[in-house]
């Protein structure tokens, strides 16, 4: 016996390209928002490992603020990440400097990749404070 009545195949014609229509911009929007937050985790672990070693670099003896500056640096070009300001205190390091502070600010606007909300005007901050080999 055949069905006579209408074609449930027919009445789906373009519900998947609907459906797409709507899933395809949420779907892209979670993959771009997990890719960005991704990236912001990595550059705050990368700033982290960044004031460590250059901190390292400045409390040898011998060591100085601008060797400590290069090393940051070089740590957080293996990102690609730019326009990032770095601060070592004191300035000068001397036989009796005790302490030396490695500081590192990276703005987030420039370095995202996806134009974000989340992150605009946002900047990471790493600091650590490490004492001088050989200081009394």
Known sequence: MKNSGPNPRKKRNGAAMLEFAIVAPLLFLCFFAAFEFCRVA??????????????????????????????????????????????VTPRRILQATREVTVRIEVPLDENSIVPNQFVAGKSIVRQLTLHREGSQ
């Open 42 to 87: 990595m550059i705050r672990h990368t700033a982290d490992n960044a004031v460590y070693e250059g901190c390292r670099k400045a409390i040898i003896p011998g060591g100085t603020s601008r060797e400590a500056t290069i090393e940051t640096r070089r740590i957080m070009n293996t990102l690609g990440v730019t326009n990032i300001k770095v601060t």
